[in-house]
């Protein structure tokens, strides 16, 4: 489906986007790709909706990525004896611990043992998303006496952070373990995963995938930002999960690093999607604030492949004006001559092989020419990456004969994605195949010139090495693919 605009659209589904109608609504106001919150659903509504998507896909004959993010391990303080918990005062004591009977104002249960082998004094835990904020005193193997240094009420299950170790905690709990089988086996295109905190913990997943799925990491711990570069090496894309992040870090910190983590993620030709809170007021408002408006155009302006809605479209009254309302705000600010001028400035030329020359030299050249678009032929998805890295002022088009490729690569920035129903195993057969998809989809005439490029020998990863400027002339467009 063609779009006015090259930044991708995540929107994630559940009770107010679950049925075929809300779905392919939310395709055609915008959402490029879905994502299947496994937090919240059993398997079965998760198979549902994936199966849903799916017929979306092949009514619309528009690949769709689906996007299935991971639990991760909760970490909550257990239940208290009054229904309405405690109220904790600046400067009183208050213990965690492993005792399962119900809290006082004085205590209350932590059942998780790692987090007390990691504390140290001066450690700072905070609670209900940091409304609450506690500093270690004393601790051993099962206890933490703490200090109430921020006040409020604490009650049953309130989350707990622990923004100042790194737990010794795998980021896949038995649960995730579940959910990452179920979902590679239905066929999700991308797995998010939560609670990254190391290398190892992606090195985990993607064994666990074996393949099935791409994984991008969930950058949402100060642990992870701290490792991001290595982190970053091993993952397939990355989510600046700010949720999280604005609770471990101070709020003021969040900006600066999610601007640094789009511009190493775009240096490494990965995808990288801003996320949490960016159309907060639309769950109940059919308009946003302008303040709202803003930040989705400030992580625009700064590059991102992608930007996401959560409840605003899972469980808000007003999915498809959120969807909408993104999607608009997304064509104003790509239309201002300023975001091309941010955009090409901050670009840098990261590798040195012949693949970053060639996809430099297609953007050189359909930029300073009359070339319409630029068309990768890419079954593994690295040529179309590399080109998307340069964010070109002209339309990418994508071919494979590898739905797999196609739809994950939707979640990329510029990426137009078209399956090819020939296997090409020739460049000329590529050439052929790209005009018929650019004047297929609109996006270059009988009369226009394309770029094409392409790896030769065909089917092998990264080895990108030939490009040729192609008339869209008919000889083109109807020659056999056998020629």
């Not at 490792?227 to 600066?256: H, K, W, Y």
């Amino acid at each position: 489906m063609k779009r006015d605009r090259n930044v991708k659209i995540v929107a994630t589904l559940g009770p107010a986007s679950n049925d075929y109608e809300m779905i392919r609504a939310l395709h055609e106001a915008g959402a490029d790709v879905f994502r299947l919150n496994m937090s919240h659903g059993d398997h079965e509504e998760i198979r549902a909706r994936h199966e849903i998507i799916r017929k979306v896909e092949d009514d619309l004959k528009s690949p769709i990525a689906i996007l299935a993010d991971l639990q991760g391990p909760k970490l909550r303080v257990g239940v208290f004896a009054s229904d309405d918990g405690e109220d904790l005062e600046v400067g009183q004591s208050f213990r965690l611990d492993l005792d399962d009977a119900p809290g006082t104002k004085d205590r209350v249960q932590l059942p998780h043992k790692e987090i007390f082998d990691a504390l140290e004094p001066g450690a700072h835990l905070l609670v209900n998303d940091g409304k609450i904020k506690l500093k270690v005193k004393d601790c051993g193997r099962d206890f933490a006496d703490c200090e109430v240094v921020v006040g409020g009420t604490i009650s049953n299950r309130k989350g707990v952070n622990v923004p100042d170790v790194v737990l010794p905690l795998a980021a896949l709990s038995e649960k995730d373990r579940k959910d990452l089988e179920f979902v590679c086996e239905l066929g999700v295109d991308w797995l998010a995963l939560s609670f990254v905190q190391r290398p190892a913990d992606v090195d985990e997943a993607r064994k666990l995938a074996k393949g099935r799925a791409a994984i991008l990491s969930k950058i949402e711990k100060p642990a992870a930002v701290k490792a991001f570069d290595d982190i970053l090496a091993v993952s397939d894309g990355i989510m600046v999960a700010r949720g999280d992040l604005g609770v471990e870090l101070p709020v003021q910190n969040v900006p600066p690093i999610q601007k640094q983590l789009i511009r190493k993620s775009r240096a490494a030709a990965k995808p990288v999607i801003v996320a949490t809170q960016m159309l907060e007021s639309m769950i109940e408002s059919p308009m946003p604030t302008r303040a709202e408006v803003s930040d989705v155009a400030t992580a625009i302006y700064e590059g991102t492949d992608a930007i996401m809605l959560s409840a605003e479209s899972a469980a808000g009254d007003f999915p498809i004006e959120a969807v909408t309302t993104m999607n608009n705000v997304a064509v104003e600010v790509e239309q201002d001559p300023t975001y091309t001028d941010i955009i090409e400035a901050s670009r840098k030329t990261s590798g040195k092989t012949v693949a970053d020359g060639i996809v430099a030299a297609a953007r050189e050249i359909a930029e300073t020419s009359d070339v319409k678009a630029i068309c990768c032929y890419s079954q593994s998805g690295t040529t179309a990456l590399l080109t998307s890295r340069e964010r070109p002022r002209v339309p990418i088009i994508v071919l494979s004969s590898d739905a797999n490729t196609t739809r994950r690569l939707s979640l990329s920035w510029g990426t137009n994605c078209v399956e090819s129903v020939v296997v090409v195993d020739r460049f000329k057969t590529a050439v052929i195949e790209a005009v018929r998809a650019a004047v297929g989809t609109g996006l270059a005439t009988k009369d226009d010139m394309v770029v094409v490029t392409a790896g030769v020998p065909f089917n092998t990863p990264g080895s990108t090495n030939i490009l040729r400027v192609a008339p869209c002339d008919e000889s083109l467009i109807f020659a056999g693919s056998s020629e």
